[in-house]
């Protein structure tokens, strides 16, 4: 919203139905070959891309579908690179294969799970790419210290009180020791994602230091 009124970016809904013909304006028809469900008619999908892109700014059309590349991080942060994302929706069963094959940048899915439209990813996407766009961010910093933007899984966090119902912070934290506490973070961190996410740890340059606290942590926990 205030990255909106700040003008650092601009959204538009389109609404594909005011691109679809007739006074019925069909978006959907049965899919040839029968089977469940309806499809998005061609047509009126490719007059709504076209109608934004002829504001001439450079534009990537992305598709968000289930069978589209799994979003992450990385892609948020090329998206948020693009003067212009048009970002389709799909209803039904999903859109017929020549709007894939000829109109379609790239597809993307936010989960191996279906959803009724792609209107609720497609706001995923914009909430992830628009807040790496410098300015949009209260502090910048926050976005350049996010989880996967180092590659590991954030450290654990905590705020006042000091003890909560008998539960203490960890004294390092405490401890005013910036070294300390940050090889306690980096500690964690590498704890955090050998446990949930040890595929990161495959993707990830591991420094001599990182190496020698994994090791630690693996005998430690063994
Ligand atoms: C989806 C996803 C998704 C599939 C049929 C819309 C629905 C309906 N989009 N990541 N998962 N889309 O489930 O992006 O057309």
């Not at 590349?69 to 948020?76: G, P």
Request: one cysteine or more.
């Amino acid at each position: 919203m205030r990255a909106q009124e700040r003008g650092l970016i601009e959204i538009a809904a389109i609404n594909i139905r005011d691109f679809a013909p007739g006074k019925h304006r069909v978006v959907d028809d049965l899919p040839f070959g029968g089977g469940e469900g309806m499809l998005m008619k061609a047509e009126p999908i490719i007059r709504a891309i076209e109608s934004r892109k002829q504001l001439g700014k450079i534009s990537r059309v992305i598709l968000l579908t289930p069978q589209g590349k799994r979003f992450q991080q990385e892609i948020a942060r090329e998206l948020s690179g693009w003067e212009q994302l048009i970002l389709v929706c799909g209803r039904y069963e999903g859109v017929d294969e020549r709007v894939r094959e000829h109109f379609i940048d790239e597809e993307i899915s936010i989960g191996d799970y279906v959803l009724n439209g792609g209107e609720v990813a497609a706001l995923v996407v914009v909430e992830a790419a628009s807040r790496l766009i410098p300015g949009v961010l209260g502090n910048e910093a926050s976005a350049q210290n996010d989880s996967f933007s180092q590659g590991l899984l954030d450290y654990p966090q905590y705020t006042r009180p000091r003890e909560l119902r008998g539960i203490p912070v960890p004294e390092v934290l405490l401890s005013g020791h910036h070294q300390h506490i940050e090889l306690w973070r980096k500690k964690e961190a590498l704890r955090r994602t050998w446990e949930r996410r040890p595929e990161f740890l495959k993707q990830r340059e591991l420094g001599e230091e990182d190496r020698r606290i994994l090791e630690e942590i693996k005998r430690t926990d063994r």
